[in-house]
């Protein structure tokens, strides 16, 4: 472990938990409206909170299972699915949109 390591682990928490919740809330957004735009939304979130899972599971137990540089490869496989999940992200921005309906109205 390092000087690093209680940031790491927190960041990667709140990274988990805010990622997690939005993720649920567009799947559940998707199933509701059956927009494929949120389910690519939901997609991309979840491949984010993945990455930060897998990420952070190497760099606090990549060391025990016999990593060379657990901080490297954690970093490393964090970025690229922040990347990825952005990626996906950037997709969603772009799906069509024609589908959508809206199922509920406000009334005052």
């Known amino acids: 472990m390092n000087d690093y390591t209680l940031f ?10 805010t990622g997690g919740a939005v993720a649920l809330l567009a799947y559940r957004a998707f199933r509701r409206t059956g927009a494929t735009a949120l389910r690519a939304v939901a997609v991309g979130f ?22 060379g540089n657990p901080v490297g490869l ?8 922040t990347a990825l999940g952005f990626g996906i992200l950037l997709y969603s921005l772009y ?5 959508m309906t809206v199922s509920h109205e406000l009334s005052l």
């Not at 954690?74 to 690229?80: D, F, L, N, R």
């Not at 799906?95 to 589908?99: C, G, L, M, R, V």
């Open 8 to 17: 790491i682990a927190t960041a990667n928490t709140a990274t988990v938990l």
């Open 46 to 67: 979840g491949v984010i909170v993945v990455g930060s899972l897998l990420g952070g599971g190497v760099h606090l137990f990549g060391g025990s299972l016999g990593v």
């Open 74 to 81: 954690g970093v490393a496989i964090q970025s690229g699915a």
């Open 95 to 99: 799906a069509e949109t024609a589908d």
